[in-house]
């Protein structure tokens, strides 16, 4: 009689832990999607990129193993709230960063199920403890 295999080889669990989280981050402004998105990966995390609502929705659509989304409200119109639904319906944890405070922003983000609501200006170290948080 052989040895039976049980569950997932060590090798296969070494393989899923070496995994780095998929994040989407979403910001119209180019410029500060690439540097939020560049300190991302120097932290060991891949991003996929996206300055557009539609943009948004393709990578919503095309990857299944996104981690979490990082979006930033400034320079998108209302229905950006819709995407965090999707975000939502997918039980895929996000984070919204908004250009001030304001109570109006804090109740849709937790209407829409936002994980938190961060405001600029924002310190890379709080949002990466947020994301580590987040992603582990």
Known sequence: MGIKKVGTSIKDSLAALAKKPVIIVANSNQA?????????????????????????DEKLRMNKNIALGVIDLSGFDQRIWE??????????????ISPQRSPL???????????CLLVKPLGIKDLLEHVYTLTW
């Not at 300190?39 to 991003?47: A, I, N």
């Not at 995407?83 to 919204?96: G, L, Q, S, T």
């Not at 922003?105 to 994980?115: C, L, N, T």
């Open 105 to 115: 922003v804090q109740r849709e983000s937790m209407k829409h199920g936002a994980s």
């Open 83 to 96: 995407r965090c639904d999707m975000f939502r319906k997918a039980k895929i944890p996000y984070i919204i």
């Open 32 to 56: 500060e999607l690439g540097v939020l998105s560049q300190q991302l990966v120097k932290e060991g995390y891949d991003t996929l990129g996206a300055a557009s609502l539609e943009e948004l």
